[in-house]
């Protein structure tokens, strides 16, 4: 444990002394604010419109989860699937760039020391990112009348959250097999894509082919997430992609001795 | 100090290390001495547990690596021919991560590593950034990253390799300190003949994977200069990679 903190401390430290976490981080609450913004603006012409024909039972179905929320933080997702990478390529690839590799595996610590040092660091990363996304729904809680439904963005930020450490678990795999940054963002945001769009396969399916490659992709667990719904079965989900991508990490770092 | 017998390193089908062996002395300091692609880092990588031997035994004080890796590691100290440090780091900092992964307690945390800054001379440049460095005090660096745990085998791979006239002086006199502080054992790698005369007091002569020649500095200047017993015995290669 005093291994992964000590780890995970320093991966931190160097994430707020280098500017690429700044840069990543502005132009994230960048375009997230604005699709934000233009979601939130859909939402009012909506309600304006049914006010005009004066459809009051229309108006009660309006729900500021659906309308802004949930479109919102599927939009993330998208930006996940780049953002992610670009925070994972430095994990391993610079490490065996500066040589610091060596100096890693020369010390009395065991692969999976490493591995979840750096996958804490990144949680952390990603809790930060997470709060930032909640900056902007909290801001309805406090001027929205009616606001937000509480349990449901809860668990739309969960499914964020957990969509984020499953293509962060992935991105430090694909970190370890490469010494070059630039094929490992590459390889990551192609793998995230993979993921991402498995399922669309399933449609041209049937049978339990399609049932399983439903399961396998990842956007029908994030997206009962974001409709409110917490499943243990998505849950699962989500921790099996997790803890399968950090053993391959750490059998592929363990494979460097021998290359 | 350091025992090492029949110890062999195979890559696909080429013999880095051939059936090695030899025992170090405490507080002997080593010079490995060999053409470029000898096998020498691949001889130190083993020693360190980077590289997992092909075939043969390494005990270092007194532990074996197949049985004990770990206490291996915490007994030796390694600067690697490229110093492994993070640029964006601070002096201080850095070397303190390295106490951290090498066990040592959290309360002398901070008199080890002020201890380390001050033998190799980095007091004065403790809150740099590292990448703001010259290429001499990172070498200092990636020493005191080798000694902040208190090992008693330090284990060096090319300590002076691209380093100014003057900067080789001082990494030289650095060495010998810290060979002469606490009685430590130095391995260190090198092709430069005079470095070896100046710092070591035994030499182990590998070349194509086999040590030619052991012994004292004395024993060998009666076999001739000691160029000419480097080019006796080390005869041209025609081996793979120094890797």
Redesign the interface.
Known sequence: MKHILAIAGRELRSFLTTPVGYVLFTAYMLVFGYIFYLSLKGHLQRIELIQAYGDLQALSTVSVNQDVIAPSFGVVSIIFLFLIPLLTVRTFAEERGNGTMEMLLTSPLATWEIVLGKYVALLGILGLLMFFTALYPALLFLIGDPGPEPLQTLAGLIGLFLLGASLGAMGLFISTLTRSVVVAALAGILAGLLLLLIDVAAQFLSGPVAEVLRYVGIRDHFEQLLAGLMRSEDLVYFGVTIALFLSLGRISIESLRWR | MIEVSKLSKQYGDFLAVRDVSFKIARGEVVGFLGPNGAGKTTTMRMI?????QTNGRIVVADRDFDKDP??V??A?G?L?E????????RVT?YVR??A????VPRSERRARVERALESCGLTGVAQRVISTLSRGYRQRVGLA?AIVHGPQVLVLDEPTSGLDPIQIVEIRKLIRALAADEGRTVVLSTHILPEVEEICGRILLISRGQIRLDGTLDEIRGQGTLEEVFLREAAPTHGGPDA
Do not use: S
């Not at chain 2, 360190?48 to 997992?52: I, K, S």
């Not at chain 2, 490229?82 to 780091?89: A, D, G, Q, R, S």
């Open positions: 360190t547990g980077f590289l997992p770990m206490g590691r915490c030796i390694y690697p490229v110093p492994p440090l993070y640029p964006e780091m900092e991560f390295a951290a992964i090498r066990d990253q």
